[in-house]
């Protein structure tokens, strides 16, 4: 395995940095805008199959990083709300278009509960999306509710679902690579599912 590859291999990553690591990858990938690469699905669905052999705490891991998850789409909000005027005060270039921010306005305006919410399943995407709900100026109160229900449904399913399969398959870890692969190819889906939605 590459250097890269074994950077980002969950269980190198866990076995590396522990519960404190896993933390502060969640909160990293969550909102911090150079936190897209690291692998969130993959890495909490690790920490609960370890947790289930009695190598990690799953009690600190669900609500640690419940707590991560929800702090870094917060900074990420913010990062996106003081950037926001910044940005409409540029002028239109090859990169940089206002109708595309005024569209973002109006698209968290209709469909900003809904995109919070299953942002937090789609790798990348979860990254970007409460950078985005800041800079459309996104009400804060219904960003946070989104943000709680979003947290706690990834974080306590992904980490539940690693932990119930290690206690519910003998030998479990043999089959831990093939798992991982495909979450991360099922985590993929919805984006891909829309990408074709919209060529269409």
Same mark, same amino acid.
């Given at each position: ?12 990553? $866990?076995?590396?940095?522990?519960? *404190?690591? *896993? ?49 870094? /789409? ?17 002028? /239109? ?9 005024? #569209?973002? +306005?109006?698209?968290?305006? #209709? ?8 942002? !937090?399943?789609? =790798?990348?995407? #979860?990254?970007?999306? =409460? $950078? ?22 990834? @974080?306590?399913? *992904? ?17 831990? @690579? ?18 074709? !939605? +919209? !060529?269409?």
């Amino acid at each position: 395995m590459s250097p890269l590859l074994s950077f980002l291999d969950p269980l190198t990553i $866990i076995k590396t940095v522990g519960l *404190v690591g *896993v933390v502060l990858i969640i909160f990293a990938e969550s909102g911090l805008f150079f936190g897209f690469f690291l692998p969130g699905d993959s890495l909490l669905f690790t920490a609960g199959f370890l947790a289930s052999q009695n190598l990690i705490s799953i009690w600190w891991l669900l609500i640690l990083c419940f707590i991560a998850a929800i702090l870094g /789409d917060n900074v990420g909000y913010y990062f996106g709300k003081k950037t926001g005027p910044i940005i409409f005060s540029k002028e /239109d270039s090859l990169f940089f278009k206002k109708k595309h921010i005024e #569209r973002a +306005q109006i698209f968290y305006e #209709r469909h900003g509960k809904k995109t919070i919410l299953l942002a !937090r399943f789609i =790798p990348i995407i #979860r990254t970007f999306v =409460p $950078i985005v709900a800041g800079i459309a100026n996104m009400e804060y109160k219904t960003f946070f509710k989104s943000n709680l229900m979003g947290g706690f449904a990834w @974080t306590w399913g *992904v980490l539940g679902a690693g932990y119930l399969l290690g206690n519910a398959i003998p030998n479990a870890e043999h089959y831990l @690579t093939p798992i991982i692969l495909l979450i991360i190819f099922i985590s993929f889906i919805p984006a891909i599912v829309e990408l074709m !939605r +919209q !060529r269409k």
